[in-house]
C-alpha cells in the first residue's frame, strides 16, 4: 500500500537550535516528493520539491534531502525561528492516479 | 500574483444544517481541489475538477456532500445536512495541471467548521 509516514509527530524546541524531521514513503515508482509548511489557521505552502535524481536542495534555512534507495527524506531547519512554529506535511503523488498522498505531520514549536 | 481565496473563513453550525463554502483559485489554474483536514491529520482530498469536469470524487460522501464549478473557475462546496464529523478545516487547492506531477498546488487560507 502506497503510505507517507512522518516523524516525530510533534516537536518542542529552543529558538536558534537545528532540527530535523523525517519522512518515509512506500509509494512504487516514486517521481517527486514536496515538503509544505503549514501555519495555524493558514493552508499549506510549498518550501520545497525533491526529485528523483536530487540528494539535496536548501531554501533558505531549510534544507531538504532525498534517499531514493531507503525512501526516506528529511527536512532540516537551521537556526530556528519562532515563525517556524507550524506543521510540517511531507507529500508524494499517488502513482497512476491524479491524487497526492500527505503524511500527518509534524507540528513544530519554537519557544524564545 | 493573487492567491486562492476562501470565504468563509470560519462557519459555527448546529448538525443537521446546511453550510456552503467558495473557492476562487488562481486565475489560470485550470485544477482545483477541496480537502477535507482534520485536527492533527494531513489533508484528505474531497473532490478533484479539471477545468469544470470532476476528475476525482471517489472520497466525497456523495449522501450530503456536493461540490460545483460551473464555469470552469469557482467552485462551491456544499454540506447538507451536516454531521458532528464534518468538523474540521476545509481547504482548497488549485494548480496549472491535473496532480500526480511535479506541480505545485496552491493552498486557500481554508474555511474552519464546527458542527455543534
Known amino acids: 500500500k502506497n503510505q507517507v509516514e512522518q516523524s516525530p509527530q510533534s516537536l518542542i524546541i529552543l529558538e536558534g537550535k537545528n532540527c530535523t524531521l523525517q519522512?518515509?514513503?512506500?509509494?512504487?515508482?516514486?517521481?517527486?516528493l514536496r515538503w509544505y509548511k503549514q501555519d495555524t489557521g493558514r493552508g499549506p505552502v510549498s518550501l520545497t520539491i525533491m526529485t528523483f535524481s536530487e540528494n539535496t536542495k536548501s531554501n533558505g534555512r531549510y534544507t531538504a534531502t532525498l534517499d531514493a534507495d531507503t525512501k526516506q527524506s528529511s527536512l532540516h531547519i537551521t537556526a530556528s525561528q519562532l515563525s517556524d512554529s507550524a506543521s510540517y506535511i511531507c507529500?508524494?503523488?499517488?502513482?497512476?492516479?491524479?491524487?497526492?498522498?500527505f503524511g500527518t505531520g509534524t507540528r513544530l514549536k519554537v519557544l524564545a | 500574483e493573487a492567491g486562492v481565496a476562501q470565504s468563509p473563513r470560519y462557519k459555527i453550525i448546529e448538525k443537521r444544517q446546511s453550510v456552503a463554502f467558495w473557492c476562487n483559485p488562481i486565475s489560470g489554474h485550470a485544477t482545483l481541489y477541496w480537502y477535507q483536514q482534520i485536527l492533527g491529520q494531513g489533508p484528505k482530498l474531497l473532490i478533484q475538477?479539471?477545468?469544470?469536469?470532476?476528475?476525482?470524487d471517489s472520497q466525497l460522501p456523495k449522501d450530503r456532500f456536493s461540490a460545483e464549478r460551473l464555469k470552469g473557475v469557482d467552485s462551491t462546496l456544499k454540506i447538507q445536512p451536516a454531521k458532528l464529523e464534518d468538523s474540521a478545516v476545509y481547504l482548497c487547492a488549485s494548480s496549472t495541471l491535473a496532480g500526480g506531477s511535479g506541480e505545485t498546488q496552491y493552498f486557500g487560507p481554508g474555511t474552519r467548521l464546527l458542527v455543534l
Open positions: 507529500v508524494v503523488p499517488n502513482p497512476g492516479t491524479y491524487k497526492y498522498i
Open positions: 519522512c518515509n514513503y512506500t509509494v512504487s515508482p516514486f517521481s517527486n
Open positions: 475538477f479539471q477545468n469544470n469536469g470532476v476528475v476525482d
